[in-house]
């Protein structure tokens, strides 16, 4: 079993925020966020490929990606980290190139536990909590993100997340 993925998206704001924890301590949960091997593992939705052409999680470092679904589609995104602290925090900018110059801002945070994520889990304080909030320049660009399937790619990838944390 999975624990849920919160993705909200107020009315009338050009906000998102996803919150979802995990059964892994927070060092695991961060090493696959960082290693692009295992990045290429989970990021995205099910039955798309993964490349990264590049990833640098590091500050001021950059990444690239492309996702192929099963039809041959091919989707890009890129953005720049602009902070990153170990097990703690990433901050980057996201862009899908299918919807140029909306480059949505993100922080990504990770808190041991429970960490106030309203119970979505029962890890009892031995689990990690992500809590991500993406701003975009509109909240034009925001719907876009989420009519385009934003929200599938999310929960389908924190569930493959899931099992490649499970020991």
């Not at 990606?65 to 901050?91: K, M, Q, W």
């Not at 993406?134 to 876009?144: T, Y």
Request: proline fraction near 7%.
């Amino acid at each position: 079993m999975t624990n849920p993925t919160t993705i909200t998206a107020p009315e009338g704001l050009p906000f998102i925020e996803i919150v979802r924890e995990f059964d892994a301590p927070v060092a695991a949960v961060y090493a696959a966020y960082a290693d692009p091997l295992l990045v290429a593992q989970w990021l995205g939705p099910d039955g798309y490929d993964v490349d990264l052409e590049s990833y640098d999680l590091v500050s001021g470092g950059h990444y690239r990606y492309l996702h192929t679904n099963p039809a041959g589609d091919v989707f890009a995104f890129r953005g720049s980290f602009h902070t990153v602290r170990p097990e703690e925090l990433i901050i980057q900018t996201f862009e899908w190139e299918g919807m140029p110059d909306s480059v949505a801002l993100e922080s990504i945070r990770f808190t041991a536990g429970d960490g106030g994520a309203g119970g979505t889990g029962g890890t009892g304080g031995a689990g990690t909590v992500i809590r991500g909030w993406s701003v975009f320049p509109s909240v034009e660009a925001r719907d876009g993100m989420v009519q385009n399937g934003m929200e599938r790619g999310v929960v389908e990838g924190y569930r493959r997340l899931d099992a490649l944390l499970a020991p």
